[in-house]
């Protein structure tokens, strides 16, 4: 199975602040990463997928880079709804692997 | 618009077999590369992905839970139905089916993302 590894666990930011979280892969998935935001008691919704493509209707603020096994999603001027939990998939192969998740807090 | 809705028991015991029921619209089985997935996600966890059926009935598994899990569909009710077999505490959490995204060629499908995504059904597994 493909390992993926997010960091920070947790962050504490501001409303306006720029966040990056980073997924790594324990190989490479070439381009095939998506990113999730989920809220508490809330499934999870898609943002991104092969690496840095928007999913419709999500705002440009969020941004996906990488290649290979490194990857990070990029939250610019952070707004109050953006605090959520986060998680980086691989959709290279199956089994389809999420990394473990990084919240994104209210300092 | 696509809307996945996920239904089954709340409540099973130890060593039972829980079976969940996706039911989805606004796609269909009978085009080709659609699928649909099943995710769980223990409380305060992250997520698994477990199974994934595509529309020519190819059937994925996650290979740590693949001898207790079997995926179906019912093309003509908009349904897949998921089977896991020997439940057992630590299989407690929320099972959420999901809308599969992702390439396909003449001869298979491959790389894989999910969106839309049900509610969710909380399955606790406690005698």
């Known amino acids: 199975d493909i390992q993926m590894t997010q960091s920070p666990a947790s962050l504490s930011a501001s409303v306006g602040d720029r966040v990056t979280i980073a997924c790594r892969a324990s190989q490479s998935v070439g381009y095939y990463i998506s990113w999730y935001q989920q809220k508490p008691g809330k499934a999870p919704k898609l943002l991104i997928y092969?690496?840095?493509n928007l999913q419709g209707g999500v705002p440009s603020r969020f941004r996906g880079s990488g290649s290979g096994t490194d990857f990070s999603l990029t939250i610019s001027n952070l707004q109050p709804e953006d605090f959520a939990t986060y998680y980086c998939?691989?959709?290279?192969?199956?089994?389809?692997?999420f990394g473990q998740g990084s919240k994104v807090e209210i300092k | 618009q696509i809307t996945l809705k996920e239904s089954g028991p709340t409540l099973v015991k130890p060593t039972q077999t829980l079976t969940l029921t996706c039911s989805f619209s606004?796609?269909?089985?009978?085009?080709?590369?659609?699928?649909v997935g099943w995710i769980r996600q223990p409380p305060g966890k992250a997520l698994e992905w477990l199974a994934l059926?595509?529309?020519?009935?190819?059937?994925r598994y996650s290979p740590s839970l693949k001898n207790r899990l079997t995926i179906t569909k019912d093309t003509s009710k908009n349904q897949v139905v998921l089977t896991m077999s020997n439940m057992d505490p630590v299989d407690t959490g929320t099972y959420y089916c999901?809308?599969?995204?992702?390439?396909?060629?003449?001869?298979?499908?491959?790389?894989?993302?999910?969106?839309?995504w049900g509610q969710g059904i909380l399955v606790t597994v406690s005698s």
């Open positions: 092969d690496v840095f």
């Open positions: 999901a809308h599969r995204l992702g390439y396909c060629t003449t001869n298979s499908c491959f790389a894989s993302w999910f969106d839309p």
């Open positions: 606004g796609f269909s089985f009978s085009s080709s590369g659609v699928g």
């Open positions: 998939q691989q959709s290279t192969s199956t089994p389809y692997t």
């Open positions: 059926i595509y529309w020519d009935d190819d059937k």
